[in-house]
């Protein structure tokens, strides 16, 4: 089921005897293959990252709401993980014969996965590649919104498409704001059922795991209180992000 | 209420951000998820794993804690709708002080959650002991001005007992039932799979034993009966009045549904009155037994 899924659509994955993670899909072949991206930060993605082939884990999914791809001039920005999601995503704009500016953010040179993919999928000339490393160590030296405000003087886009972390999304989402331009920004919080029942993952009135995880500009105004401000955490209070 | 359809404790209802939501959907009140005096973490994931007929979950009574909560709840600008706020404490003691604090918030009515199957020394410890459940309800009762319900658990020797103890104790209705303790493997790893191992087991699969405990219940005691456990459509709903409910709450449903659900049974129970030409609820409440 998840090989059909849309790009920005997430699964659960359970690691035996350790514990489940929320987890984008990065790989969707629309047939019967799927893949995850899995950067060990906690105890289950550590598990994940020590598996072996042929060993078993759970997935359950996909679930939320992902991309609405179009076939304009897109600016797709990801910034460290949360690139798994962006990927996926440019394939199928190429596909549809969109115009990609493609950026690629991380602290460092080793933060900035599918690099030599995206190379490849997006080597026409009308594509764009732009890498920022906020240590200069590859690419622009600087973070993400700097470069996408540089972008934003030369080039009109239709969409920007963008995921990774919050505080980014919130400069991102505020310079095309001010250039009338619409997003669709993949945001993350605590999930435990994934399918809108627990309301673990409340921002404001959606649950991002059956309205999100990804939202567009309407439903990102609609939770400013909470957008770059505050998230829940396990036990459910709001935590400053 | 508008209605008697509501959201039960547990699903969605957290973070009062959402409960206009809630009220838009067509809920006559909401249960709030269970609030303790501490914050509570719950278990790890997974937390909710699907089977035939529900789910079978072990959050583990994960919760803000009740300052910060009331403190929540006092920032919505008007109340949507009905609000009852579910308790939980270890001690008579503490749902005494969990009334106390939210009697300066604007809600309506307060469920002592005393059939919990899956956290050690709250819940069901507490619900299946009838000397326990009195200290509890008078505690509470002694601090509240608005009604007290008690969720109870068919987990028990005697339900009738139980409710009838809550009620001669000054509980002003009864919520029946809670999940009942369940366990999922995984043939592969060999594993349960919820982190906790045992969770409690909702939706339809329960929905006979709901209403067998309503049904039970209704013909012993006399006390206000909301009906739970595996209403996925206005006919359930129908079942649980003819056995002796008032009203119902809606849980496991919303996984499927979402929270249309709500006014989707609402507008059903409707147009059965309409072709039954039933005036009102309280005309068929209990008609399993008293036409008989």
Known sequence: ?241 | MNNPVMLASGVVGVHPDIFPRVAEAGAGAIVTKSISMEPREGYPNPTVVEVEGGFVNAIGLSNPGIDAFSKELATLEEKPLPIVVSLFGSTPAEFGDLVSKLESVSVDCYELNLSCPHVEKVGLELGQDPEAVAAVVKAAKKFASRPILIKVSPHIADIVEIVSVAKDSGADGVTAINTLRAMVIDIESGRPILSNNVGGLSGSAIKAIAIRSVYDISQKVDIPIIGCGGITRWSDAIEFFLAGASAVQVGSAVAYKGLDILSEIVNGIEKYMNNHKIKKIGDIIGRSYSSQ
């Open chain 1, 1 to 241: 089921m998840c090989s059909t899924a849309a790009p920005g659509q997430f699964a659960m994955i359970w690691a035996p005897g350790v514990g489940e993670v929320p987890m984008s899909l990065s790989f969707m072949d629309g047939k019967d293959t799927c893949g995850f991206t899995v950067k060990s930060i906690g105890m289950t993605t550590k598990e994940l990252c020590n598996k072996k082939k042929n060993d078993n884990i759970g997935i359950r999914g996909p679930y939320g709401t992902g991309f609405t791809s179009i076939s304009g001039n897109c600016l797709l920005v990801g910034g460290g993980t949360g690139l798994a999601p962006i990927l996926p995503l440019a394939k199928i704009l190429v596909g549809k014969g969109a115009d990609v500016t493609l950026l690629l953010a991380g602290k460092s040179k080793n933060d900035i996965p599918f690099l030599e993919d995206t190379q490849i999928l997006l080597s026409n000339s009308k594509h764009k590649i732009v890498v920022t490393t906020d240590d200069g160590s590859y690419g622009v030296k600087g973070v993400a919104s700097d470069y996408v405000e540089v972008l934003l003087k030369q080039e009109r886009y239709d969409m920007i498409y963008t995921c990774g972390p919050e505080t980014m999304l919130k400069k991102i989402f505020i310079l095309a704001e001010e250039k009338i331009i619409p997003v669709q920004v993949s945001l993350e919080r605590y999930i435990k059922c994934g399918f809108g029942i627990c309301g673990s993952c409340s921002i404001g009135r959606y649950l991002l795991c059956i309205d999100g995880p990804v939202f567009t500009s309407k439903q990102i105004r609609e939770i400013s209180n909470d957008f770059g401000i505050s998230r829940r955490n396990i036990n459910g209070g709001k935590t400053p992000i």
